[in-house]
């Protein structure tokens, strides 16, 4: 069964420093996986995705995560923390392979992101 | 990016009475929704596959007659949450890929969620 483990519920930066959150997957064929983003009360918002392509994805907002298959790892980082990036964020995984407007996506259980000034 | 939404955005109801919410796809078609449960500073745990012109695909340990599923078109699924208790009051939250283009890319576009509590 595919799953995706996200260490930390809760990670504080400060503005301008390093944001990274961790994701580790869990999967017997080539996993599909996202991060999205979630602020209070809404839905959620796709940052980036891993279909295969290239290990290195840059999505909005100047995140970008790595595709580490030796390590199981698609950690999301940013270089430089901005308060309006205090959110939640999730890690998923696509069950049924890549494609299909029916394959669910399983989510990790969240990391709450504080950045303080 | 696909527009979904979700209406009402918040309900209160009193213990015992039935809720409907509603997701559409505003832009594009949506043979499939799928809607998805979040407890209070908690992950989103999928309820369930809605399927257009046929029954829903429940996920384990929901229960179907609890939490009707209908997806009469291909732009709205709607659940109905049966004989509400304060146990069901929950953030519920649909989503959908449009069954024409982004089928390919996996991504999934959000409502903004419907933040339901039962007296």
């Known amino acids: 069964a595919q799953s995706v483990t996200q260490l930390g519920s809760h990670v504080s930066v400060s503005e301008g420093a390093l944001v990274l959150l961790r994701c580790n997957y869990s999967s017997s064929v080539p996993p599909y996986l996202f991060w999205y983003v979630q602020y209070p009360n809404q839905g959620l918002q796709l940052l980036l995705k891993y279909t295969s392509a290239a290990t290195l994805v840059k999505g909005i907002n100047g995140f970008e995560a790595e595709f580490k298959k030796s390590e199981t790892s698609f950690h999301l980082t940013k270089p430089s923390a901005h308060m309006s990036d205090a959110a939640e964020y999730f890690c998923?995984?696509?069950?049924?392979?890549?494609?299909?407007?029916?394959?669910?996506?399983?989510f990790g259980t969240g990391t709450l992101l504080a950045v303080q000034p | 990016g696909a527009v979904v939404s979700q209406h009402p955005s918040w309900v209160i109801c009193k213990s015992g009475t039935s809720v409907k919410i509603e997701c559409r796809s505003l832009?594009?078609?949506?043979?499939?929704m799928f809607w998805y449960r979040q407890f209070p500073k908690q992950s989103l745990m999928l309820m369930a596959t809605s399927n257009e012109g046929s029954k829903a695909t429940y996920e384990q340990g929901v229960e179907k007659d609890k939490f009707l599923i209908n997806h009469a078109s291909l732009t709205l699924s709607t659940l109905t949450v049966t004989s509400a208790h304060p146990e069901d009051s929950s953030f519920y939250i649909c989503?959908?890929?449009?069954?024409?283009?982004?089928?390919?890319?996996?991504?999934?576009?959000f409502g903004e969620g419907s933040r339901l509590t039962v007296l």
């Open positions: 832009d594009f078609q949506a043979t499939t």
């Open positions: 989503s959908a890929r449009d069954s024409l283009t982004s089928g390919g890319t996996g991504e999934l576009f």
């Open positions: 998923a995984v696509s069950v049924g392979g890549y494609g299909g407007a029916t394959n669910k996506l399983i």
